[in-house]
């Protein structure tokens, strides 16, 4: 009997769970591998969707759940919450003992994976580091380079940043991002197979979406959460006076969400718009369906950059949330202000969708992810090495 190597993933929050479903799935049909999945942080929290219902549903079952997420969405408890992870992963990893730990991009509470680990002399891995963006996010994921041991990066830019900063070549594989293998599984679908207010509810007037919608999911930046509410109102006019169905998706938990939420409420309550329906949370493939089916996808999500691209579906980026990201030809920019938005809207509206673009991946990551994990060299390496 081989003895199989024990692979650890933590899963935080939603948008973890699409960059790595694919992954866990390889991991799991893998006669080498045996996973242990951890899910934490707002992944277990109604208001933020509770992805780890979609994660049951899917088939996966946890080894350990940690719940962390103090209350307040703002920078003190953005800390505070990651310090209480940090408390209790450590001794999730202390009683898993697993051979390797992976810790996924670079939300805020990432970084409590990462050190729970490397503190242990667990071999951590990091999926999707080397890359820039604006908010807190952009400080964490180069942290977390810096702690783990291997990367696995999801473009060529971000493989030769990740060597820059001084870690080992041999270690830093671009692999593609797991999301885009979602994104290949529903491409070729002719049409939206199913209807997003029977089968999600959600809020709002029953909007026509038939003849074409749009998609809306903006977050507070971190950097600039005093001001979440005035920008979450400025797009929430903007969609509103384009006139064009949308459905728009409940912010993360960063700090600054209660002012994007309260916002979305008061213009909810007070305008009653007309052309706007709100989801918290859909299952990752859906969501990509009714990604690939719409005009585009407006806000600051990672989704309109990464998926978007590769489905060609256009997207406005608002503020400076994605900035400095790689960027297919389906983005184009936009600041807050209201105007600027709506004719950016009426521009796209017109555009159709682009070509495919595999600067994120072709589809194949989950495997190939797998296969690495099998077969590389587990060592806590930088321990070795200085
Ligand atoms: C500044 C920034 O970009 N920060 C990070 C943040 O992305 P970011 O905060 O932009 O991610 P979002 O919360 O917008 O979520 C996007 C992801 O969630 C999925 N989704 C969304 C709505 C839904 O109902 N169901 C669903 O499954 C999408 O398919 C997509 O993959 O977290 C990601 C995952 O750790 C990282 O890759 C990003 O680098």
Redesign the pocket.
């Known amino acids: 009997m081989i003895n199989k190597r024990k692979i650890c993933v933590v899963i ?8 790595i479903r694919s992954a866990l799935q390889a991991i799991e049909e893998h006669s080498e591998l045996e996973l242990q999945l951890v899910i934490a942080g707002s992944a277990l929290l109604d208001r933020y ?1 509770n ?1 780890a219902d ?1 994660i049951r549903k899917d088939g996966f079952e946890a080894a350990a759940k940690v719940y962390m997420v103090l209350e307040g969405e703002n920078p003190t408890t953005m800390a505070k919450t990651t310090g209480i992870g940090l408390m209790e992963l450590t001794n999730v990893f202390y009683n898993l003992q697993p051979d390797a730990v992976i810790t ?4 805020f509470e ?1 970084i409590a994976t990462s050190i729970a680990a490397a503190y242990q002399n667990i071999p951590l891995v990091h999926i ?1 580091g080397g ?1 820039v ?3 807190i ?2 400080k964490v ?1 180069h942290a977390n380079t810096k702690l783990a041991d291997i990367h696995l990066v999801s473009n060529e830019e971000a493989r030769e940043r990740v060597i820059r900063l001084g870690e080992d070549p041999e270690m830093v594989i671009n692999t593609g ?1 797991p ?1 885009i293998d ?1 994104a290949s599984e529903i491409e070729d679908e002719e049409k939206l197979n199913f209807d997003p207010l029977e089968k999600y509810g959600g809020v709002g007037k029953n909007i026509n979406w038939k003849d074409g919608y749009l998609v809306v ?1 903006q ?1 507070p930046v971190t950097s600039e959460y005093e001001k979440a509410r005035e920008h979450i109102m400025e797009t929430l006019y903007a969609v509103r006076d384009s006139g064009i169905p949308a459905f728009w ?1 409940w ?2 938990v ?1 700090a600054g969400s209660d002012g994007t939420s309260n916002g979305i409420r008061t213009f909810r309550e007070q305008q009653n718009p007309e052309n706007i329906h709100f ?10 369906r009714l ?1 690939r089916h719409s005009k585009m996808i407006i ?5 309109g ?3 978007c691209s590769y489905l060609g579906v256009p997207a406005i980026d608002i503020g400076s ?2 900035h400095r ?1 790689l960027k297919a030809e389906n983005v184009i920019h936009s600041g807050y202000d209201r105007k600027e938005i709506l004719s950016k809207i009426n521009e796209l509206a017109e555009s159709g969708s682009f070509a495919s673009s595999t600067i994120y991946g072709k589809g194949d990551s989950g495997k190939r992810i797998a296969d690495i994990l099998a077969k590389i060299e587990l060592r806590s390496h930088k321990s070795i090495q200085y």
């Open positions: 935080t929050a939603r948008p973890s769970y699409s960059r969707g992805a979609f996924i991009a670079d939300r990432t999707q890359e963006t604006g908010s996010d952009e994921r991002c999301s979602l999911m977050h998706f912010p993360n960063d989801f918290k949370n859909m299952d990752s493939l859906d969501f990509l990604l806000g600051n999500s990672s989704a950059i990464r998926e949330r994605q990201r």
